[in-house]
Nanobody, 126 residues
């Protein structure tokens, strides 16, 4: 059974930084695309970033490009989301997700992801 556990959320002022982590309990973690999504109150869950299994390919939503960086440590079965220059509109619950059918060519479509974490709250104050 696949489990994903996010951590690192919190309250930060606009312009600040946070680093989210997602620890996975899954065999051969390195073979799966991982993604980060977020959901603000009253809104649809939206794509933030994704990374291929080897870490060599990344993909970002336009709204976070240049501010957020996704990375992974396959030795620790963990994926990270470094968030810099945070804005109030980044406030949301952030979820990590695993695409069980894809090792590369990461997708930005939530329907492509098979397993989800419980989410971690990020609040950016103005």
């Amino acid at each position: 059974q696949v489990q994903l556990v996010e951590s690192g959320g919190g309250l930060v002022q606009a312009g600040g930084s946070l680093r989210l982590s997602c620890a996975a309990s899954v065999r051969t973690f390195r073979t799966y695309v991982m993604g980060w999504f977020r959901q603000a109150p009253g809104k649809e869950r939206e794509f933030v970033a994704a990374i291929g299994g080897s870490g060599g390919t990344t993909y970002y939503a336009d709204s976070v490009k240049g501010r957020f960086t996704i990375s992974r440590d396959n030795a620790k079965d963990t994926v990270y989301l470094q968030m810099n220059s945070l804005k109030p509109e980044d406030t949301a619950v952030y979820y990590c997700a695993l695409d069980f059918h894809r090792s590369w060519n990461p997708s930005g479509m939530k329907y492509d992801y098979d397993y989800w974490g419980q989410g971690t709250q990020v609040t950016v104050s103005s």
